[in-house]
């Protein structure tokens, strides 16, 4: 059973079940019927999430190679409620989410993300290519990492 699954209790989805926190009685974790569940996923494209995520790997490999035309500003990089994923955390998720612990944790995965994407721009800006690549291949690969696995947990959670 995975992370949302788990914090969100999405491996037995009664029909009757509706959108209430956890400590709104008995369950240990968020329980979508699949109405809540489809409208949760006619929202935000979870897949096109990921995949976006994932090229910002190549997007700062490039940077850092000299193969880029992109003028990257690390103050907006480092801003996590500009992408489309963002968007809907912070607007549509939250508002049908954001009173779960786990979908906290999310937005602050998120958000770290955009932050250590900002930290490889920021290095390889002040003339600093080998830590820029260091913090890629590590916070910045853990933080990404992070973002896709909750994104596969919540679509997974949600599919049921």
């Known amino acids: 059973m995975g992370f949302f699954s788990r914090i969100f209790g ?15 009685g008995g369950s240990d974790g ?13 929202e935000i494209d979870i897949d096109t999430a ?9 997007r700062l490999h ?4 000299g193969k880029s035309n992109e003028d ?9 409620d500009r992408c ?3 968007k809907w955390l912070h607007g549509p998720g939250q508002m049908r989410l ?11 995965r998120h958000k770290y993300f955009h932050l250590q994407a ?17 913090t890629l291949g590590s916070s910045y690969r853990y933080a990404s990492n992070q973002v896709i696995l909750l994104l596969k947990e919540l679509k997974r959670g949600l599919s049921r």
């Open 118 to 134: 900002s930290n490889v721009v920021v290095l390889a800006q002040s003339g600093e290519k080998d830590k820029a690549r260091q």
């Open 72 to 80: 990257l500003k690390a103050e907006v990089v480092c801003l996590d």
């Open 10 to 24: 999405m491996d037995q989805i009664p029909e009757s079940t509706t959108l209430l926190p956890a400590d709104a």
């Open 62 to 65: 490039d940077y850092l190679d």
């Open 30 to 42: 968020i329980k979508l019927d699949a109405a809540a569940a489809a409208a949760v996923l006619a």
């Open 84 to 86: 489309d994923l963002g």
């Open 98 to 108: 954001g009173a779960y612990p786990a979908f906290s944790v999310l937005v602050a």
């Open 50 to 58: 990921i995949a976006a995520h994932e090229n910002w790997k190549l």
